[in-house]
């Protein structure tokens, strides 16, 4: 439009609009530049808004204020609905885009150029952007580069103009994809409606070219087709043959190592291979584990024999055999050493000499067990605290070891050594092995002898060859971290050692230690209860002769005194002299009353106090009691009472006895009372033919803690009592 305000023959039309050559040559040019830029009509108006040329149709009111505004050089931009009239007034409405800026430089008329929004723009548009294009106006699609986006009946019920950025639509077998956005021009006026502008990308799926589609997916199936095949065969052969032929070749391996067989399979079947090679190992780990099973069996039964037998001599030989019998092996040794020992103190064997025994868990064979201990040695163990010092059997008190010697012989011995242990017994390779078991705490074991000596020339293989043996085990005996000893088990073959033959073996290593510190201390504390026996014996023979011995003088410093203060002697005493006498004559009776208390407690201990039954009046017997003692009573000022029922049977009891048990209880009770009084009270309980006394008082009374001991020999509530109230602790 730019180009039309420039060319002066627009200037010469409204230099003389009124000349009909002039205004059909402005028609025709107006026309040739509509034509050249695709324009719907291009026309001129004056300043007055009136048409310039003929054939212009009017402008309409809105019109005129943009043509105003356009005659006073601005450019305006408007969409506007164009009406149509007639047949087509019923059709869809048309929108046009209305362009209107000053005809020339001298701003005397106005240029108005009209383009229609329809497919042809569409067109224009998307050559220029090279990309499809669609626009709408109010939900109404104007123009579009594809025409299945075109209103029709195919598509009407398809919106094509929604209200959201994107869309994607179905018509006609295509896909579409949209995307909007709303478009103003820079001059565009305000109250003018904005254009929806849309790029289409067409979208192609199956249905879009079914030919294709159907080329394509028959392609797609053997390309897969294809890749599986290949794959398949790769994992066969190369992930699932191979690991088989590993497995089969680790099963072989295991079976070979389990049962000793050389296993040979055909390889052409890798399955069936496998299969067997499984079915091997599976009988060969059930025989092993049965095997387990009837060892874990023997060795819970062997661990209840050791725990219940306290006799070390018994211990050991039990041990060796049913260690030998458990491990099938030809010959069993047991060692046990002292804390700085070079030799050992106990040695135990065990030999399997017969050729066939019977199929049963432990049985009875006839071969030898020898057992020998050294009561000379010393065997001072440091398993416990409490074993720190086991006593030593050269004293004259017997100990566990002299205990164990003169132990009755085990059902399986042969050969029990009470002296010293014979030279034969102490093995160099026994005590070669077991020496390297002590000082590594370790089982050590040589599966092949045979193969040991050749390559290491080593003393103790050597011995061990010499004495027929081609495997041996050296199992330490630990208690606390530290050794005590060693058992060695050796076999005629050379015998792999597995993981459940040393976890059996440190069982065993561990049960057994526990049981020979069983069978020690037991020893230990027997010979300490024979020594308290004996000295409680001593100390009961001490007061029944000290009692006997004190009674005589004691008796006759009580008679001589009395003889004195009832006059038999010449002479007449004085009242200081008298009391004298009477004070060593109280003090012997006291005396004496406690040695007739130790000798009764002597009688006692020895269960040889005799208790006589006779029919006693209760009422009379206690009432003479507290008559007895009635003077204490009153010395101290203290209340002396009896409650009995006068309806109380007559017992049966020792009325000595009686009468000694309830003087000793009034008495103490006096002693310990300083105010108030002392209650004798007999109670009957009809229901259990019964009669309770009861000596009661207001005294110091005795501590709860007291309860426990007070009923010893010689213990009182308060040591400080026999100070204060002079008692011994005998009543």
């Known amino acids: 439009m730019s180009q039309v305000t420039l060319d002066k023959r627009i200037s010469t039309i409204f230099s003389h609009p009124t000349l009909p050559a002039q205004n059909e040559n402005g028609r025709t040019l107006l026309n040739q530049y509509a034509n050249s830029k695709h324009l719907q009509s291009l026309d001129l108006f004056d300043a007055a808004g009136q048409a310039v040329l003929p054939g212009t149709p009017e402008a309409q009111p809105g019109i005129q204020l943009l043509l105003q505004r356009a005659n006073r050089g601005e450019t305006v931009v408007v969409l506007q609905q164009v009406s149509l009239s007639g047949l087509l007034a019923h059709s869809q409405p048309q929108w046009s885009l209305v362009v209107m800026m000053p005809a020339n430089p001298q701003h005397t008329g106005t240029l108005m150029a009209s383009q229609a929004l329809d497919t042809l723009l569409a067109q224009d548009i ?26 029709s009946d195919v598509n009407a019920d398809n919106k094509l103009c929604p209200d959201q950025d994107t869309e994607t639509l179905d018509i006609a077998q295509k896909s579409y994809f949209l995307q909007f956005r709303s478009v103003r021009l820079t001059q565009q006026t305000v109250d003018s409606p904005a254009l929806r502008l849309a790029t289409v990308e067409p979208l192609y799926v199956f249905k879009t070219h079914p030919q294709y589609s159907i080329l394509l997916l028959i392609g797609t199936g053997l390309f897969i087709l294809a890749l599986g095949i290949i794959l398949y065969t790769f994992f066969v052969s190369v992930l699932l043959i191979r690991p088989l032929r590993r497995l089969q070749a680790h099963a072989q391996v295991l079976v070979t190592q389990t049962t000793g067989v050389q296993m040979g399979l055909s390889r052409a079947n890798e399955l069936t291979m ?3 090679s499984y079915q091997l190992l599976h009988e060969a780990q059930s025989n092993e584990s049965q095997a387990l099973l009837d060892q874990m069996s023997n060795l819970l039964i062997m661990s209840d024999a050791l725990m219940s037998t306290l006799n070390l001599e018994q211990l050991l030989g039990e041990f060796v055999s049913r260690m030998g019998h458990i491990m099938k092996v030809r010959h069993v040794s047991l060692l046990l050493y002292g804390r700085e020992s070079i030799a050992p103190w106990a040695v135990s064997q065990w030999s399997d000499t017969t050729e066939d025994t019977e199929a049963q868990a432990f049985p009875q064979p006839e071969s030898p067990v020898t057992v020998y201990i050294d009561p000379d040695n010393d065997i001072t163990m440091a398993v416990t605290k409490k074993m720190a010092a086991i006593p030593n059997p050269r004293s004259n008190t017997p100990s566990a070891k002299r205990a164990a010697v003169r132990a009755r012989v085990p059902a399986q011995s042969t050969t029990i050594q009470a002296a010293r242990i014979p030279n034969h017994a102490l093995r160099e390779l026994d005590m070669t092995l077991a020496r390297m078991a002590i000082q590594r705490q ?39 971290d530290q050794a005590i000893g060693a058992f060695i088990l050796y076999t005629e073959k050379a015998y792999p050692i597995s993981r459940s033959d040393t976890f059996l073996l440190s069982s065993a290593s561990l049960q057994t230690s526990m049981a020979i510190e069983n069978a020690l201390l037991f020893a230990e504390v027997k ?4 020594a308290l026996e004996r000295a409680n014996h001593l100390k009961s023979q001490f007061l029944a002769n000290v009692t006997h011995e004190l009674r005589t003088p004691l008796h006759s410093i009580i008679s001589y005194g009395a003889l004195i203060l009832e006059g038999f002697v010449d ?12 004070f060593m004559v109280g003090r012997a009776e006291d005396l004496s009353h406690l040695v007739d208390d130790m000798l009764d407690l002597s009688k006692i201990e020895a269960d040889r ?9 209760l009422a009379t017997s206690l009432t003479a009691v507290l008559e007895q003692v009635r003077p204490l009573a009153n010395n101290k000022e203290l209340q002396l009472q009896l409650e009995i029922p006068e309806t109380l049977p007559m017992v049966a009891a020792d009325g000595h006895r009686l009468r000694q048990i309830v003087i000793n209880l009034v008495s103490n009770a006096i002693k310990f009372t300083e105010k108030g009084g002392v209650t004798v009270r007999c109670l009957h309980f009809k ?10 008082d207001t005294g110091i009374g005795i501590s709860p803690a007291a309860l426990d001991y007070i009923f010893e020999a010689f213990r009182q509530a308060d040591g400080s009592t026999t100070r204060r109230f002079g008692v011994q602790g005998l009543a």
Not at 527 to 530: F, H, I, R, T, W
Not at 609 to 617: A, D, G
Not at 687 to 696: C, E, N, R, Y
Request: with cysteine.
């Open 527 to 530: 010979d300490k209860n024979a």
């Open 126 to 151: 998307s050559q220029r952007a090279g990309t499809q294009v669609l626009f709408c106006m109010q939900n109404q699609v104007l123009g579009a580069t594809e025409l299945d986006l075109m209103p």
């Open 442 to 480: 370790k089982i050590v074991y040589g599966e092949d002898i045979t193969t040991i000596y050749q390559k290491r020339q080593e003393t103790w293989a050597r011995l061990a060859l010499e004495a027929g043996y081609s495997s041996a085990v050296a199992v330490p005996l630990l208690l606390q």
């Open 571 to 582: 002479g007449t005493l004085t009242a200081e002299q008298e009391q004298h006498i009477q």
């Open 609 to 617: 106090i005799e208790v006589k039954l006779e029919p006693l009046q």
């Open 274 to 276: 496998l299969a067997q």
């Open 687 to 696: 229901d259990h033919g019964m009669v309770q006394i009861a000596v009661t």
